[in-house]
């Protein structure tokens, strides 16, 4: 499976952004999703994630209510919409696909995830 993410780049902050992950190479309604993010010097953290059939969305504390993940599994394909971005977003985000049965116990985690894509460039200016 590969993952392509996208859509990052520069935004001052209260603005908006979407990300893209495009899938190939699977069955993308197998996969559990997610979004994390890694900001300089820190540790990669979870971000967003959403069920295989989209009935579940889960969200990090820092983003829950400015930031959505949905899902296409007609076009392989999950969003990151980000809104109302402060700086403490800047980040690089990775999107990550998890087909594990107990994929929702680990939803949260790295080890919920078998793939990942190359990271896109989140920049919130002041």
């Known amino acids: 499976v590969q993952l392509q993410a996208s859509g990052g780049g520069m935004v001052q902050a209260g603005g908006s952004l979407r990300l893209s992950c495009a899938a190939s190479?699977?069955?993308?309604?197998?996969?559990?999703m997610g979004w994390f993010r890694q900001a300089p010097g820190k540790e990669r953290e979870f971000v967003a994630a959403?069920?295989?059939?989209?009935?579940?969305?889960y969200y990090s504390n820092s983003v829950k209510g400015r930031f959505a993940i949905p899902r296409d599994n007609a076009e392989n394909t999950v969003y990151l919409q980000m809104n109302s971005l402060k700086t403490e977003d800047t980040a690089d985000y990775y999107c990550?696909?998890?087909?594990?049965?107990?994929?929702?116990?680990?939803?949260?985690?790295?080890?919920?995830?078998?793939?990942w894509g190359q990271g896109t460039l989140v920049t919130v200016s002041s």
């Open positions: 959403i069920s295989r059939s989209a009935d579940n969305k």
């Open positions: 990550a696909a998890g087909n594990r049965l107990d994929w929702s116990g680990y939803k949260y985690s790295s080890a919920g995830y078998d793939y």
């Open positions: 190479g699977g069955t993308f309604r197998t996969f559990g």
